[in-house]
């Protein structure tokens, strides 16, 4: 036989082999269903003790429910890092799960900017998505696949201007991160704060790759208000605030600071030492809360992370989104149908998260506790400790743009 | 009026940083006429050597400081001898390409080292807080940077006008064929010079972890800045970029201070109408 | 008399070299063909294959600046950021047919490299580089701080573009984005080969190698250099225009340092002055990033270093370089 028969003759063999195999695996069992969930955070760069909080409260609620799942249901998480705030790439990611890896639910979108963009595709892609730390208003308006389970920055900003007001203040200064949820925060408490009798006497936000605030908080300080309302997307963004305030010398001085959780990042605490004791803030949940499904939470949570590690409330946001998905997934018995999810989602309730009850309203939006809390000393660390709570509140924006 | 020293406090505070950082790099490309976008890593391993000497080593913050610098002027040297002489008659674009590679590589392990997130500078006491001057409260640390600062410069100021060491630099930035034909070892000049540069950065890091952060993207994050300082200050001289540097440090302070909404358009806009008004610098070396 | 067979060896040989000159063109044509019929075999990269037309436009538009006209930009992101932003910011406001918001793009980035080429290319050294990089950094500001026009640091939100031609809708499934990137690099990148086997290519070249005796000749060379600048800032605002058309979306990120550092580091690698560079960089540079930086965007900054650094030590002239050397080599081999 001629070296080119013999050639033809092994291509052809080694051609069955392969179409066979290609028959076999799409004739194979369908035993195990797989649930492909897509999940985008921060996992690299100064922000990804961030993501990094989140990613371990998805791990943990994974491992520990693993058997709440129906029989023959798996779930599998595929993660993608968007290295921080970078809108573009955190659509492509999510683009790609969807057709690439065939994802059914979407998750993470830590950034309100990244949540946007991926909302933006969930419109036409029609996956679920839940948005777990974005905090601007508008996320859940850009499609009717969005759910959020953290909070908004008008939810935890508006109610902290009415309380300003309600103390006395008559003069604030509001300090913002120039990105929308400074926007939304700045916005918020002006106009609760407005309408409860005070004056905004100045308004600064500050370009999120700035290094140097002194400059803008000299201003501060010689404006001399009686409060400052400040925002910034925590992490160690939240300590270069605190230090800088001492440096200037506002920690010490009259001025009250305030503002939502994210200045008082649980994890950052330590690191800002002295300088944050007394800052009142308003938040959905602290990691010092005396409140048993939170105590239980902590406990679990430092078992497996050890001692001296604390689940702030991106953890928290991370726990109550898994649940929210895990509880989607059993109520359909292990067959995603977008609109069939999204209908749960909307009626999804927990009365005993960590946080207090929650639930997930009309909008998309999560309906929850309020807690003021103070940075007190306990047991030797700093401590977000809550002192007054406000009950169920949803997120106002929605409330007052209503059309 | 007191809104205005404090301004022009910070402004200057963060002029003398720029400067210490870039008058390294203004020498180096006058002398050996490359382009080194890379000297802004040498700032920032000044910056992490002082954070890591004082926090993890508990030495005080100016022998940590002294110590930091001298590690990395040794590190300049040995990698002028090793690396950049080899370019020196390279191409331009060869030579950005270079001194980017060297940013990455730095970047990448400088983040595997320490991490991504920015260094926390655990200062002295006595540098913490404000200092009561003539009823202005300052904060004390931006206080001892003006001071240091500025007996830093007035040593360079002196070596370099009134030292051997300086006066050779000086004719070889000025005609260097004529100063190898008058028996000057040019190369051992570079190496030197590199060193002396790099050592300034390192100080002008260590010092302004505060203004600037220390942190991984710092080479990539500031690197206009010193370029603009240089550029506009002229090369090869170390009066033209100590002016360029105030001037910026001043608008950039005043403008974050009485103009927020502008952000960093002005500096860039200035600097644009200063280089197309004077594209050899403000201070040509004729 | 000899005309008769004389003119039949010519007319041979002219209809051979017409032949040959036609295959030749159908040999070129021939990755193309490959190209586009990726979808078919490949489903689920569009969007990524997308990406790598429009960065390869985008190199394209660079290597008439670097390797031919001599110029080198660090701010070139300035441009292509300028073009997306318009054709969003059209899109936004109303006008959104695809073809009419990246003439749009391509005018307002050209007047825009018309504006800061005259200031900045009296300059050299750099002066001139430095002045590149502050053009883009002031765009950037000037874009991150104009939050009502571009959303800042969240991106231009409500960026949708009207099907191409009335007909081909831009989902995200990136078939429509897939054909019409892929279209328009292959239509500028006749154009630029066309440009640079003009006299005016010529021209730039010899500026490249040596202004002075260029200008002695009488060419005119500020002006060559400045229509350059502007010609290439024109196709860097096209790709900028086909990203924000391909992506709907437009973020601050498209007028950045490390856009316009990773664009000439992507055109470097394949090789700058051979217009194919470009289309060895892109794939090689973009793909190495998908894979690599997922794991850990610090090893792969580190071996991007490495690899930079040992490219222009030891291996100028990029991928294209070493291959030219080794078909050098091989054929001073055969010659031996």
Known sequence: MSITKMVAAALLRRGIVVAAALMMSALAPVGAQTIRIGMILTYSGPDAALGEQIDRAVNLFVKLHDSDLPPGVKVELIKRDDTGINPDLAKRLAQELVLRDQVQILTGGQWTPNAMAIAALTKEAKVPFVTMTAGGSAVTLQSPYVVRSGWTLWQTSYPLGEWAAKQGWKNAYTVVSDFAPGHDGEAAFTKSFTEGGGTIVGSVRIPLKTSDYLPYFQKVKDVNPDVVYVFNPGGPQATAFMKAFDDIGITKSKIKLIGPQDIVYDDELPNMGQSALGVVTLGEYSPAATRQANIDFVAAWTKAYGAESVPTFFAEAGWNGMHAIYDAIKAQNGKIDPDATMKFLHAWSDPNSPGGPIRIDQAGDIVQNLYLRRVEEKNGRLANI??????????????FNKK | MTTLITILFFGVAYGMILYLISVGLSVTMGLMGFVNLAHGVFAMLGGYATVTLMNRIGIAFLPALAIGCVLVAVLGFVLERTLYRHLYGRSELDQVLFSFGLILVSVALVRIAWGPVAQPIRLPDYLKGQVTIFDLALPAYRLALVGFGTAVIAGLWFAFDRTLFGARIRAAVDNRAMAQSIGINTSRLFAAAFGLGTGLAALGGGLGADVLAIAPGYPLQYIIYFLI?????????????????????????????????????????FVFAVLIWRPNGIMERR | MTTMPVSRNVSVTIRFGVIRSGLIRLLKLLPWLVIASLPLVLAGYEPLATQIFVMILFALSLDLLVGYAGIVTLGHAGLFGMGGYTAGILSVHGITDPLVTALCAMAVAAFTGLVFGVAMLRTKGLTLLMLTMASAALLYEIANKATGLTGGEDGLQGVAFSPLLGVFAFDFRGKTAFFYSLTVLFLVFSFVQVLINSPFGWSLRGIRENDARMAAIGCPIM??????YVIAAALAGLAGALQAQTTQFVALHSLGFELSGNILIMLILGGSGRLYGAFIGCPVFMLAQDQLAKQDPANWFLGLGVILIAFVMLAPGGILGIAARTVDAIKMRRRA
Not at chain 2, 239 to 246: C, D, T
């Open chain 2, 229 to 269: 300082v240089v550029a506009v200050g002229g090369l090869g001289n170390i009066k033209g970029p100590f002016v360029a540097a105030l001037a910026i440090g001043l608008s950039d302070t005043a403008c974050r201070y009485f103009l927020p909404e502008a952000g960093s358009i002005f500096i860039f806009a």
């Open chain 1, 386 to 399: 809550e002192f007054a709570t406000i009950e169920q509140v949803g997120d106002p924006w929605k409330v």
């Open chain 3, 223 to 228: 002006r060559r250099r400045v229509i350059a």
